[in-house]
């Protein structure tokens, strides 16, 4: 079938840790601006006349500031430190040795010029600034200069490092500038953050209790989507389509052996960027059953022009028992036959089922979640990787309707729900501000034929799926 073949999810689950800029949080006065550092949730201020950058290193990320300049005078690089089983004094002179142990074996000068303690809105933190000679790749020409190492307590389990290397002719203005910066850090400790990521997963976990035998009431009629995006002449492009739908009944036969039990079936389906070389189209279907203790799906996916060919699938198990929370997944590429299987268990209540993915509106009109912030664990696969990482999502109140900011996982940028006073998904705006709109299938077609896209691919489809 040319829809079946074509039409194959909403969005290409792609990893995204590799360096990029950072958000400016605040406003025009470049003093004011800041930058998050997200696997804690910490605000680091940004020091003027730079660009910081927020870059990924291993499962975390560090804040990266220059001075704007052909030949920087000062570099600067925030990040957070985990005391593990050390306090803070044993830690940070720890630090401090190793720096200078790892300066002198290279040849560079290393000589405390001073080491005191300064008050922040975080606690007592420690300053020290050394007089060095140390030239980088990104100051080739800088000799004089002090490398400031400043340690903020953050907590009793880890403390925010600066390392500051400014030149000598800075020295005395730019040191103070960089401990007010120190200074000005904010965020929840790390014991503040484990709290509240608790009671979030708790919030999670409560929404999915409250979903329990009402499955029958999430099941609809296909609903179509447009994607489109602005173009650079200032006209909206439309680029691909999503359909989804979702009947009620008994289990697939794969899982009639386990269960005779009732659940949710849920189909969806999407081709974006149709014509081009990024064309991308993907397949889902999923049942899980009314009380939510057993799920399974299957997802298949195709890149670029060999449309009529899948290039990679996924699939998944869930079982939610009475001592245990388990989900397996596999993901493989079928053009280089690499292959991802993962097997995880002793989950939280707060795991989503797949198939409830586009659900999330109705759960929480469902549990009556006014605003606030939830988690859940919910699955993401690729043919580079099968994982379930914690997922959040922020929950605002416009009157009746809802709008819900979510990130798939930690550091990822944030995909921005709207939903109806019913719950239903009205419009998503993705991170790369393309967008999907629940529209009519007439609508739809209209709009596909003044964009000069093929409408027989949605006339096949109305027919095969208007009445599932």
């Known amino acids: 079938m040319l829809w079946l073949s074509l039409m194959l999810l909403g969005l290409p689950l792609e990893d995204t840790t590799s360096p990029r800029p950072a958000d400016d949080l605040t406003a025009e006065d470049s003093a004011a601006r800041r930058v998050m550092i997200p696997t804690w949730e910490l605000v680091v201020p940004v020091l003027k006349d730079s660009t910081p950058i927020l870059e990924q290193n291993g499962p975390d990320s560090v804040v990266l500031m220059s001075e704007i300049s052909s030949s920087p005078r000062w570099t600067a690089r925030v990040s957070v430190m985990q005391l593990n089983a050390q306090d803070f004094a044993s830690a940070t002179q720890s630090y401090l040795e190793s720096v200078s142990t790892s300066e002198k074996n290279v040849g560079h000068v290393f000589e405390v010029d001073s080491d005191r303690s300064i008050e922040t ?8 600034w050394a ?34 290397q400014i030149a ?57 989507y447009r994607h489109r995006r ?76 060999s449309v009529w060919k899948t290039d990679g699938a996924a699939s998944g198990l869930f079982e939610r028992t009475p001592t245990n929370v388990e989900y397996i997944l596999s993901a493989g590429d079928l053009k280089t036959a690499a292959k991802h299987n993962r097997m ?23 549990a009556k979640v006014q605003e606030g912030q939830i988690r859940w664990y919910a699955p993401i696969l690729s043919a580079d ?5 914690a997922r959040r999502d922020q929950i605002e109140r416009d009157g009746a309707e809802m709008r819900v900011t979510w990130t798939p996982r930690q550091g990822e940028p944030a995909t921005v729900d709207h939903f109806d006073a019913n719950g239903v998904l009205k419009r998503r ?14 609508t739809l077609v209209q709009s596909w034929r003044l964009a000069g896209l093929p409408t027989e691919l949605l006339q096949e489809g109305q027919a095969l799926y208007a009445k599932p």
């Open 429 to 442: 705006i993705f991170p790369d501000g393309s967008e999907m709109v629940l529209t009519k299938y007439t």
């Open 230 to 305: 602005m173009s650079k002449g200032g006209s909206m492009q439309e680029l691909g389509v999503t359909v989804t739908w979702a009947t009620h009944g008994p289990p697939p036969t794969s899982l009639e052996p386990q269960t005779s039990s009732t659940g949710l079936h849920v189909h969806q389906q999407t081709l974006t960027s149709i014509g081009t070389r990024d064309q991308y189209s993907e397949h889902f279907d999923g049942w899980v059953q009314d009380d939510l203790g057993l799920e399974t799906f299957g997802l298949q996916w195709t890149r670029g022009e």
């Open 121 to 128: 809105g975080l606690g007592v933190a420690r300053a020290v």
């Open 385 to 389: 990787d099968a994982a379930l990482p």
């Open 131 to 164: 007089l060095s000679a140390r030239p980088t790749h990104q100051l080739p020409e800088l000799r004089d200069a002090m490398i400031g190492l400043i340690f903020v307590p953050y907590g009793d389990g880890a403390c925010i490092v600066g390392e500051f």
């Open 344 to 366: 995880f268990s002793g989950l939280p209540d707060a795991t989503l089922p797949m198939s409830l993915r586009m659900l999330t509106g109705q759960l929480f009109h469902h």
């Open 168 to 224: 000598a002719e800075l020295s005395t203005t730019k040191q103070v500038e960089c401990e007010q910066l120190m200074g000005k850090c904010t965020g929840p400790t790390p014991e503040k953050l484990a709290e509240q990521r608790t009671n979030q997963l708790a919030a999670g976990g409560h929404v999915l209790e409250k979903a329990k035998g009402a499955l029958p009431t999430f099941a609809h009629a296909p609903r179509w």
